[in-house]
């Protein structure tokens, strides 16, 4: 079993940046394929990006594609979401998941979830 604990949410305004990172402890961190979702108020869970095990394959929402950057360091097992040009329609909880099984891409296939990060786009 691996523990996330995610962190760099919060309030930014619009067109800014922000990197979220998600530490993982556990076990060998390069064993999971990684993911990051979000989930906004009153709207269903949606993956935003997913890297695999190694990190040579990455995939996007087409919501977030051209401004977010999904990024791994298998030796600090920590897993990074860069996002650029902020809008307000990317408030949510971000939630950081893992799976050790196949790399799911987008799919909503993920079996360890961390406890969230808020981030808050307004001016």
């Known amino acids: 079993q691996v523990q996330l604990i995610e962190s760099g949410g919060g309030l930014v305004q619009p067109g800014g940046s922000l990197r979220l990172s998600c530490a993982a402890s556990g076990r060998t961190f390069s064993n999971y394929a990684m993911a990051w979702f979000r989930q906004a108020t009153g709207k269903e869970r949606e993956v935003v990006a997913a890297i695999s095990q190694r990190g040579a394959i990455t995939s996007y929402a087409d919501s977030v594609k051209g401004r977010v950057t999904i990024s791994r360091d298998n030796a600090k097992n920590t897993v990074y979401l860069r996002m650029n040009s902020l809008k307000p329609e990317d408030t949510a909880i971000y939630y950081c998941?893992?799976?050790?099984?196949?790399?799911?891409?987008?799919?909503?296939?993920?079996?360890?979830w961390g406890q969230g990060t808020p981030v808050t786009v307004s001016s």
């Open positions: 998941a893992a799976t050790i099984r196949v790399f799911p891409g987008l799919r909503d296939d993920y079996d360890y």
